[in-house]
């Protein structure tokens, strides 16, 4: 299942569409329109939201949850003379993996769910992302 999500710029709600060809994104709480959805194909030459042409891939993967499977591990050290770090780390990088990508417009800071072409992105630069700062 392909889908669009974001931060509406009129609600400032997130929200999770499924597009169609040719038709218009827009917010199912405020009707906000977002852009045009043209093609599966045309997705990534251009955001349909906000016409921006940089894309980089992410995991699907709440960092809240890592950053709590690591602290967890941190506060057992004294009780496990250390051996909790490498046995959580193990358990958060298994997460990790078996986590889908998401691609995310660096602009508007959309994220494409199920689209195929997942692996053709790099990961966040941070040069990048400076650039379009002002935007968010």
């Known amino acids: 299942m392909k889908t669009i999500s974001r931060h509406c710029p009129q ?6 569409i499924e597009p169609q060809p040719e038709t218009d994104i827009q917010c199912p709480q405020c009707a906000a329109s977002w852009g045009v959805y043209v093609s599966d194909d045309a997705v990534f030459d251009r955001c349909p939201c906000c016409t921006c042409r940089q894309f980089y891939a992410a995991k699907d993967f709440n960092q809240a949850l890592g950053c ?9 050290v004294p009780w496990t003379f250390g051996l909790s770090l490498p046995v959580f780390a193990f358990v958060d990088w298994l997460l990790y993996r078996r986590v889908p990508a998401v691609i995310c417009c660096y602009r508007c800071g959309s994220e494409f769910r199920g ?14 992302g400076l650039k379009y700062d002002k935007y968010r």
């Open 68 to 76: 709590l499977i690591m602290g967890f591990g941190i506060v057992l």
């Open 115 to 128: 689209f195929s072409s997942t692996k053709d992105f790099k990961p966040f630069m941070h040069h990048i």
């Open 11 to 16: 609600c400032k709600s997130y929200q999770l």
